[in-house]
C-alpha cells in the first residue's frame, strides 16, 4: 500500500447530529489527500457501510467498514437508571466477510437488545462474534482512556490485555490522537503509550474524522448544538469546537505522531489486513415450503397454466394468449423472480381471503401471469397492457409490485408474513430524514442564538421546491432576488445561510419508510444491521431501500391506504342495513349516476380523484366512461397539466377539437384518449 497513513476512526452525517461530512465529502478530501484506503465508524449504526463501500470502490480507494460501538459498563441487558446509562467507545473495523457478518450481528444485538439511551454490546457478546474484527481502544470515551485519566494504570493495563483476548494478538490496538486544545488530553495520550508499552500491545494513530475540511468546524457544532437543543453561547453543553477533528493530510499525521511512528505505521498495517470484498445487487429471495417440493418455477406455472385454461382458452383460437404466458413466465423464470410473484400472490391472497380490502398498483397490470395468479385484477389482453412496461429481458432491475391495503389491516397481513417466513426474516425498511433548506436555516438561526424572526424571515424566502426535487440554499439564492439581496448585504444573514449550506442534507434522524419490506431466506443480520424505530417497536433496516436491495433483498411494497379502509367499511355498512354483499371486483363499470357525481366533483374520499384540482378538471372532463377516469389519472401530472395535453384531451372528447392521427395504424391505439398520447404503453405500442 502505497499510503504513508490511513485514517481508521472516521465519522460521516450517519453518526446523526455529530458528523457533518457527507460520504461524498469524506471520499473527494481522501482523493484529494492522496488516500488509498479510508474506514467508515460511524456511532453505534451501519447505515452507511453500502454507500461508502461502493463510492470508495468507484473512487479506486480501499473501503474499510467499521463502527464506534458502546460498551455497557456489565451486562448488555442491565438498564439500571445512573448506572447503565453510562457507557464506553469502542471501534471494530472489518477484516473480512466474517467480521463484516459479526459486525452486522453486534450493531444489531446492540440496539435490539442492549439499547438504553445508546446501543450497547457487552464483552461477553464481542467474545462471540470477535472473529474477523479489528479493535482500537477508540477516543477519550474508550474504557482504556477513562481509566488513564483517573491514573488507574494497572487497571488500563488490565482492560487493554481483556480487550487483546478477546479479538486475538494483533487485532487490538490501543488508539492514541492529537488534540493539544483540550485540557489533559495530551497527558493521556502519554498514559495510553505507557499502558500499551507495559502491555506489549500496538499503538494506532487517529484523528477522529467529524468532517472533511477545517473550515467546516463551526457547521459541525451547530450539528452538536442542535442535537443537544443547545446554543453555542451556552458555557455548559457538549462541543468539539476546539478540537481540530477534520481529515488531516497524510503529511501532517506523520508530522503530528513523530515521536510515535509505529502507531502512523500501524495504521497502514491495519488497513492492509482489512480485505473485505461485498458482492452487492444479487437478490435472494424467501424460501418456499411448497408440497411435494416443488420448485417455485414449476408451481409458478402450474398456477399460471391452470388459470389460463380457465379463464383465456376458450377464447384463444388463434393460441396468441398462451404464447403470451409462455413468453412471460420464460422472462419471469430465467430471471429467478418466480419466488417474488409466488410470494406476493400468498400476500394478495390471504388479505382477499380474510376479507382485507386490497389492490395493486404500477406497471404489475400489464403482466398477464400477474393476474393469473391473482396478484393483479385486471385484464391486460382487454386493455392492451404490454408486459414490457413491467419486466422484460433487459431491464437489470428487479420487479416492484406495490401492495395497497386497507390501512386499518395492514399490520395483520405484515403479522402473516411473520408468522409464514419468520420473524427474524421479516422486517420494515429503514429512511432517513434529512436537513432541508428551510429547516436548516431555522436550525442554524436558533443554535447561533438570533432572533426567531430572523431565521423564518430568511426561511420563507426560500421556495418550497416540487415532490421529489427539493428546493436547495444555493438554487434558493439564484431563483429569489430577495434572498439573494439579503444574503449579499446583511453579514448576519450571510453567516446563517452559508452555515445551513453546510449542514443541508445531512441525515437528521431514521424512520420507517412508508411502505417497504424486506424478507429474507435466513436470518436477516446476514445480509443487514437493524434496529427498532426511534420510540417505537418496530423493527426496521439500518439501511434505506437502494442499500437494502444492493445487499441482495428485495423489497416488498406494503402500502397502507385510508380509502380502501373506508372502502372496506362502507361495504360493512351497505350489508349491515341493507343486506346487500358487494363484490368490489364485480361492480359495474358504466354506472350512469356514478359518472354524473364524478362530471360535478362530486369525489371526495374516492382514492385520487379527491384533490381540488383533480375535481377541477373533472368537471371539464366530464367523464362518460370508465377509460376518461384512467386517463384522468394519468393526465394530473406536472408534465401533461404544463403542456397543454390536459386541454387538448378535454376539448378533444367534447368534440371542440378535431381528433388527429398522424397515421391510420394509431387509431386503435390512441382512439380511446382521443388521440393524445397519454400512456407510457401507447408510445411502447
Not at 49 to 57: L, V
Not at 185 to 192: D, H, P, S, T, V
Not at 268 to 290: D, M, Q, R, S, T
Request: a negative charge; charged letters at 30%; proline letters at 4%.
Amino acid at each position: 500500500m502505497s499510503s504513508k497513513f490511513v485514517h481508521l476512526h472516521v465519522h460521516s452525517h450517519y453518526s446523526l447530529l455529530d458528523g457533518l461530512a457527507k460520504i461524498d465529502d469524506l471520499i473527494k478530501k481522501a482523493v484529494e489527500l492522496k488516500m488509498t484506503a479510508l474506514a467508515l465508524t460511524d456511532h453505534g449504526n451501519m447505515h452507511g457501510s453500502i454507500e461508502f463501500y461502493k463510492k470508495c470502490k468507484k473512487a479506486n480507494i480501499k473501503p474499510i467498514i467499521g463502527t464506534e460501538c458502546y460498551i455497557a459498563f456489565e451486562g448488555m441487558r442491565d438498564k439500571r437508571p445512573g448506572i447503565d446509562n453510562k457507557r464506553y467507545h469502542l471501534v471494530l473495523l472489518a477484516r473480512n466477510e466474517i467480521g463484516y457478518k459479526n459486525l452486522k450481528q453486534i450493531v444489531t444485538a446492540a440496539n435490539l437488545e442492549g439499547y438504553y439511551y445508546k446501543p450497547r454490546v457487552d464483552k461477553a457478546y464481542l467474545r462471540a462474534h470477535s472473529e474477523g474484527l479489528i479493535a482500537l481502544s477508540a477516543c477519550m470515551a474508550g474504557e482504556v482512556s477513562r481509566k488513564v485519566e483517573k491514573k488507574d494504570f494497572a487497571e488500563a493495563e488490565r482492560i487493554a490485555k481483556e480487550y487483546e483476548e478477546i479479538f486475538g494478538k494483533g487485532n487490538f490496538f490501543i488508539e492514541i490522537g492529537h488534540h493539544p486544545t483540550i485540557d489533559g488530553y495530551m497527558e493521556i495520550q502519554k498514559g495510553l503509550a505507557r499502558v500499551a508499552r507495559n502491555a506489549g500491545i500496538p499503538l494506532v494513530a487517529t484523528q477522529d474524522v467529524h468532517y472533511a475540511n477545517v473550515e467546516d468546524r463551526e457547521a459541525q457544532d451547530i450539528l452538536v448544538a442542535i442535537q443537544t437543543n443547545a446554543q453555542l453561547a451556552d458555557t455548559n453543553r457538549m462541543t468539539m469546537k476546539n478540537e481540530n477533528n477534520s481529515m488531516r493530510s497524510m503529511e501532517e499525521m506523520v508530522e503530528l505522531f513523530k515521536d510515535t511512528p509505529d502507531a502512523i505505521e500501524n495504521t497502514v498495517k491495519i488497513a492492509e489486513c482489512c480485505n473485505l470484498e461485498l458482492e452487492l445487487g444479487k437478490w435472494v429471495f424467501p424460501k418456499l415450503e411448497l408440497k411435494d417440493n416443488r420448485k417455485p418455477e414449476e408451481y409458478l406455472q402450474e398456477l399460471a397454466y391452470a388459470a389460463y385454461k380457465e379463464k383465456f382458452s376458450a377464447r384463444d383460437a388463434d393460441g396468441e394468449i398462451k404464447k403470451r404466458v409462455d413468453y412471460e413466465l420464460e422472462v419471469i423464470i430465467g430471471k429467478g423472480y418466480a419466488p417474488y410473484f409466488l410470494i406476493v400472490s400468498d400476500l394478495i391472497n390471504f388479505a382477499r381471503e380474510k376479507g382485507i380490502v386490497t389492490t395493486t398498483r404500477g406497471s404489475a397490470a400489464g403482466s398477464l401471469v400477474s393476474y393469473l395468479i391473482g396478484i393483479t385484477t385486471v385484464d391486460p389482453i382487454e386493455y392492451m397492457l404490454p408486459f414490457e412496461r413491467f419486466l422484460n429481458p433487459h431491464r437489470p432491475s428487479p420487479p416492484d409490485i406495490d401492495m395497497d391495503f386497507a390501512d386499518d389491516r395492514r399490520e395483520e397481513v405484515l403479522e402473516y408474513a411473520k408468522g409464514k417466513y419468520g420473524r427474524d426474516k421479516v422486517a420494515q425498511i429503514g429512511t432517513f430524514g434529512t436537513m432541508m433548506a428551510r429547516g436548516s436555516v431555522r436550525d442554524v438561526t436558533r443554535a447561533l442564538g438570533k432572533p426567531y424572526d430572523l431565521g423564518d424571515r430568511i426561511a420563507k424566502l426560500i421556495p418550497m421546491g416540487s415532490q421529489g426535487f427539493p428546493m436547495t440554499i444555493a438554487q434558493a439564492i439564484e431563483i429569489e432576488p430577495e434572498l439573494k439581496k439579503m444574503y449579499k448585504g446583511e453579514p448576519e444573514v450571510k453567516q446563517i445561510i452559508d452555515l445551513a449550506k453546510k449542514i443541508e442534507g445531512c441525515a437528521r434522524h431514521i424512520s420507517v419508510h412508508a411502505a417497504g419490506v424486506v424478507i429474507s431466506p435466513t436470518e436477516l443480520t446476514d445480509f443487514v444491521p437493524l434496529q427498532f424505530e426511534p420510540k417505537g417497536e418496530k423493527i426496521i433496516t439500518q439501511f434505506n431501500m437502494h442499500d437494502v436491495e444492493e445487499a441482495g433483498l428485495l423489497k416488498f411494497d406494503f402500502l397502507g391506504i385510508k380509502n380502501l379502509a373506508i372502502l372496506g367499511n362502507s361495504i360493512k355498512i351497505v350489508k349491515k342495513i341493507h343486506g346487500i354483499d358487494i363484490d368490489i371486483q364485480n361492480i359495474p363499470l358504466d354506472d350512469r349516476k356514478t359518472f354524473e357525481l364524478r362530471s360535478r366533483g362530486d369525489t371526495t374520499g374516492v382514492f385520487q380523484l379527491e384533490s381540488s384540482g383533480m375535481k377541477e378538471m373533472l368537471v371539464k372532463l366530464k367523464p362518460s366512461c370508465f377509460e376518461d377516469v384512467i386517463a384522468a389519472c394519468a393526465l394530473y401530472r406536472p408534465g401533461p397539466l404544463g403542456c397543454g395535453m390536459v386541454d387538448d384531451f378535454i376539448e378533444r372528447k367534447h368534440g371542440r377539437q378535431k381528433v388527429v392521427y398522424d397515421l391510420p395504424q394509431l387509431e386503435i391505439i390512441l382512439k380511446d384518449t382521443y388521440g393524445v398520447i397519454v400512456y407510457q404503453e401507447q408510445v411502447m405500442q
